[in-house]
């Protein structure tokens, strides 16, 4: 049972547009959603969080959106660049932070 | 250079033959944990400890085992690696209530 579910495997986008990525959960005891970006041959590297108490966080060009009546949450990219091409993945957790769930992963490709 | 390192970061092995992974970390962080990634499964948990001596099972702990004897050190152990171990894994260190650091990965490849 996929609690964190990213719908599109794959993304595109023009250089200097948005992009924006999708993440649905299920489980109603999140209370706290992580971004994570991967490039080939590393780890993944933290890139922004939202607690549940909020709709919305934003750190530069990067902004997470929560809809909790939804169970979605997005993250927009504005403006893209090429360097942003990565895997992202969206993550959950209850209790803060005592067990994370990860999203299967949308791959992101920024075209110059 | 705050960091977690994982060794070794490729393996190419035969069905039954005992293998450790390590990983160790430098950030004093209490909790780790160790991820397997396969395509479209996304990261899944295997095993994660909250401190020295207290380790626990995540969602696919069958086949490994693990121990924190140290802080720092956190080892997944295959006793007997099987094919469907075969997989790209990955060790995570954090502290309380923050994200978490990953090491940068080791591929497992079982024939």
């Known amino acids: 049972d996929q609690q964190v579910k990213q719908n599109s495997p794959s993304l595109s986008v023009q250089e200097g547009r948005i992009s924006i990525l999708n993440c649905d959960y299920t489980n109603s005891m999140f209370d706290y959603f992580l971004w994570y970006k991967k490039y080939p041959a590393e780890g993944p590297t933290f890139l922004i969080s939202?607690?549940?108490?909020?709709d919305k966080n934003e750190d530069g060009r990067f902004t997470v959106f929560l809809n909790k009546s939804a169970k979605h949450l997005s993250l927009h990219i504005v403006p893209s660049q090429p360097g942003d091409s990565a895997v992202y993945f969206c993550?959950?957790?209850?209790?803060?932070?005592?067990?994370?769930?990860f999203g299967t992963g949308t791959k992101l490709q920024v075209i110059p | 250079e705050a960091q977690v390192t994982q060794n070794p970061r490729y393996l190419i092995t035969v069905t039954g033959k005992k293998l450790t992974v390590t990983c160790s970390q430098n950030m004093n962080h209490e909790y780790m944990s160790w991820y397997r990634q396969d395509p479209g499964l996304g990261l899944r948990q295997i095993y994660y400890s909250m401190n020295v001596e207290v380790t626990d099972k995540g969602d696919v702990p069958e086949g490994y085992k693990v121990s924190r004897k140290e802080k720092r050190n956190f080892p997944l152990i295959l006793e007997s690696p099987s094919p469907n171990q075969t997989s790209l894994y990955f060790c995570?260190?954090?502290?309380?209530?923050?994200?978490?650091?990953f090491g940068d990965g080791t591929r497992l490849s079982i024939l």
């Open positions: 995570a260190s954090r502290q309380f209530n923050q994200p978490q650091h």
């Open positions: 939202i607690s549940s108490i909020k």
């Open positions: 993550a959950a957790s209850e209790r803060g932070y005592q067990k994370v769930t």
